[in-house]
Nanobody
């Protein structure tokens, strides 16, 4: 059974930090690109950070550059999002995505999300 399970969300004060985790199972995670998305109330889902399966160059949204860092541990089938200097506008449900493109076919899996609230 394919699963992506996010954890680590919660309430944090502005300027604080959180580390999100996303544990994958049921598919060859190391062959998949891994991304974090977020969706704030009343807004569309947006890409936060994307890391290729090779662990190479990471793509960050301009709004999080210099504050967020994505990493992955393929031995643990897990991708992380370290979030520092959090701002109220970072409040959102954060989703993990794993995706693979292979000879015209595409596989994409989503987690159910974890809520991050930045508030004093």
């Amino acid at each position: 059974q394919v699963q992506l399970v996010e954890s680590g969300g919660g309430l944090v004060q502005p300027g604080g930090s959180l580390r999100l985790s996303c544990a994958a199972s049921g598919f060859p995670f190391s062959s998949y690109d891994a991304s974090w998305y977020r969706q704030a109330p009343g807004k569309e889902r947006e890409l936060v950070a994307a890391m290729p399966s090779t662990g190479g160059s990471v793509n960050y949204a301009d709004s999080v550059k210099g504050r967020f860092t994505v990493s992955r541990d393929n031995a643990k089938n897990t991708v992380y999002l370290q979030m520092n200097s959090l701002k109220p506008e970072d409040t959102a449900v954060y989703y993990c995505n794993a995706e693979r493109f292979w000879y015209g076919s595409n596989w994409s899996y989503w987690g159910k999300g974890t809520l991050v609230t930045v508030s004093s």
